[in-house]
């Protein structure tokens, strides 16, 4: 599915990844963790094609995409939902979801997974304010939009940054159960977050970055001994 390999990137040529190397299976659920000014934010926007790369490679089912630019990533089944969730916010809900939707169509052609009405039915509060703009919406509403606008993207693979910060716990624990049931129709997700709690519920594995590094990696049926490993926490996680 993806594959990482040796990735350097940074800002203005000065690198904050240094040879980062990561993988997620089809259908596989993955985080990166780590604590703020690790590198995850930078993780993001290479591998989504934000951010060029200074060296390494980015490999999307075996083909090489380290020059494909962000926008021709969706061709490739990479959808991303941002911090700063990146929305139409003078426009309506249904307006960001119709233009998502013609994006994926365009880019995807005949793999369509995710319908307007199904992505409506996964969020029912985005379908409750669907011709409502996206600016009078809350935080917790605005990031379920940008989960169902990035659906429809048609994704195979959908990388998320900071999902819950800055959210009720209430719409945290609605959005869990979205993902839960994107896991069981088999949707690659890549996880990039602070929360370990949050990473260790919805992901088999994850990457610990620190610096620019992945300095330990989960695997599966370890997240009970990483949970227990308090000098690990506070350390790379300020857990």
Same mark, same amino acid.
């Given at each position: 599915?993806? $594959? ?14 240094? %040879? ?41 089912? %075996? ?79 605005? $990031? ?9 993207? $048609? ?5 998320m940054d900071e999902l819950t910060t800055g959210l009720a ?11 839960? $049931?994107?896991?069981?129709?088999g949707l690659s997700i890549l996880l990039v977050e602070q929360?370990?709690a949050i990473a260790a519920e919805m992901t088999e594995r ?34």
């Amino acid at each position: 599915m993806l $594959q990482v390999k040796g990735l350097k990137a940074g800002y203005g040529g000065i690198p904050v990844l240094h %040879g980062v190397d990561l993988e997620i299976a089809a259908g596989e659920a993955v985080a990166v963790v780590g604590a703020n000014g690790a590198g995850k934010t930078a993780l993001v926007r290479s591998i989504s094609g934000l951010m060029k790369a200074i060296d390494g490679r980015v490999l999307k089912d %075996g083909q090489d995409i380290t020059g494909v630019p962000g926008h021709r990533r969706l061709e490739h089944g990479i959808a991303v939902v941002l911090e700063n969730r990146n929305l139409f916010t003078e426009l309506s809900v249904m307006d960001n979801l119709r233009l998502a939707q013609s994006a994926g169509r365009r880019a995807r052609h005949d793999k369509a997974r995710f319908t307007l009405d199904e992505v409506c039915a996964l969020f029912p509060l985005v379908g409750e304010r669907r011709n409502a703009r996206v600016e009078l919406l809350s935080g917790g509403q605005q $990031q379920m939009v940008a989960i169902a606008r990035a659906l429809l993207l $048609q994704p195979d693979l959908l990388i998320m940054d900071e999902l819950t910060t800055g959210l009720a716990p209430k719409i945290v624990k609605e959005i869990l159960v979205v993902l839960n $049931q994107l896991r069981e129709r088999g949707l690659s997700i890549l996880l990039v977050e602070q929360s370990i709690a949050i990473a260790a519920e919805m992901t088999e594995r994850a990457y610990v970055l620190s610096v620019g590094r992945v300095i330990h990696e989960v695997r599966r049926g370890e997240w009970p001994a990483m949970l227990a490993d308090k000098t690990l926490v506070k350390a790379y996680l300020h857990g």
